[in-house]
Nanobody, 125 residues
């Protein structure tokens, strides 16, 4: 069992930046990939980014590529989502998720078996 706690969300103006963090506990952190998903009101949850257990491979949704960077610090059991040039359409609850495997990283939510509670990101002037 993995416990995940997100932090770092908040209100930011368009064009601004935020860094989300997700602290994990309960399993050897490097043994599983990590992903970030988001869900806006009235919309389905969507994939944002993921990173393999070693951190060697990342994947991004087309809509965020170039503006969002996922990274992880296995010594701190933490995964990060650095977001720049934020747009109003980035507003959503952001969730981190722990993957079932270290080497499988992708947009399919069924590949992830533990989820955090989410952190709200609001991009508005």
């Amino acid at each position: 069992q993995v416990q995940l706690v997100e932090s770092g969300g908040g209100l930011v103006q368009p064009g601004g930046s935020l860094r989300l963090s997700c602290a994990a506990s309960g399993r050897t952190f490097s043994n599983y990939a990590m992903g970030w998903f988001r869900q806006a009101p009235g919309k389905e949850r969507e994939f944002v980014a993921c990173i393999t257990g070693s951190g060697s491979t990342t994947s991004y949704a087309h809509s965020v590529k170039g503006r969002i960077t996922i990274s992880r610090d296995n010594a701190k059991n933490t995964v990060y989502l650095q977001m720049v040039n934020l747009k109003p359409e980035d507003s959503a609850v952001y969730y981190c998720a722990a993957g079932r495997r270290a080497y499988v990283c992708g947009s399919d939510s069924s590949w992830y078996d533990q989820w955090g509670q989410g952190t709200q990101v609001t991009v508005s002037s």
